[in-house]
């Protein structure tokens, strides 16, 4: 079954940081371009990042530029998303998703974990 | 930046009738990059049309997407139970480089 589980959400103090984990089973994960979308509560979708297959392109929203790192480790199949320098905006469900890469949709979408940023 | 603006905001109906939920881009956009997802409380989004017209895996021929250009639609035809959700059109672009719209809500009438 292709799955995708995130973790390392939870309540962090404005400024903070925070690292958010994916992990892949059921697909070959290093062939996949993978990215983190995020949804505020009771908001719509908000694309934050993108990674390549093999981590030779990222991409981040503005909003992300210089405070989001995404990364990955393929012999692990497992994404990442460090975020420092947390603010309140920033609260939301953070998601993991699969890119369908020829068509640039998004075709397979993690549970979620929530991001609190609060003090 | 491509800005969707989706449209009715919210759309009430009753089981067995059929639903026309509208996405606007604000400048033309390829149609191989326009996607639809349908997401109910407390999930994530789900894939329902990709390339603005073809069907993810395991979607009912009762979801049909078209359009070109600056504007595509998503109809839902004997719209059932389990439709009435939250529904987002997405697009690829420039910067940023994925977009959604708002988002159309679904409801039961």
């Known amino acids: 079954e292709v799955q995708l589980v995130e973790s390392g959400g939870g309540l962090v103090k404005p400024g903070g940081s925070l690292r958010l984990s994916c992990a892949a089973s059921?697909?070959?994960?290093?062939?996949?371009?993978m990215q983190w979308v995020r949804q505020a509560p009771g908001k719509g979708l908000e694309w934050v990042s993108s990674i390549s297959s093999t981590s030779s392109y990222i991409y981040y929203t503005d909003s992300g530029k210089g405070r989001f790192t995404i990364s990955r480790d393929n012999a692990k199949n497992s994404l990442y998303l460090q975020m420092n320098s947390l603010r309140a905006e920033d609260t939301a469900v953070y998601f993991c998703a699969r890119l369908f890469e020829y068509y640039k949709t998004m075709d397979v979408w993690g549970q979620g974990t929530t991001v609190t940023v609060s003090s | 930046e491509i800005v969707l603006t989706q449209s009715p905001g919210t759309l009430s109906l009753s089981p067995g009738e059929s639903a026309t939920l509208s996405c606007r881009a604000s400048?033309?956009?390829?149609?191989?990059?326009l996607a639809w997802y349908q997401q109910k409380p407390g999930q994530p989004p789900r894939l329902l049309i990709f390339g603005a017209s073809t069907r993810a895996t395991g979607i009912p021929d009762r979801f049909s997407g078209s359009g070109s250009g600056t504007d595509f639609t998503l109809t839902i035809s004997r719209l059932e139970p389990g439709d009435f959700a939250v529904y987002y059109c997405?697009?690829?672009?420039?910067?940023?480089?994925?977009?959604f719209g708002q988002g159309t809500r679904l409801e039961i009438k």
């Open positions: 997405q697009q690829y672009g420039s910067s940023p480089l994925y977009t």
């Open positions: 400048e033309s956009i390829s149609s191989t990059y």
């Open positions: 059921g697909f070959s994960f290093s062939s996949y371009t």
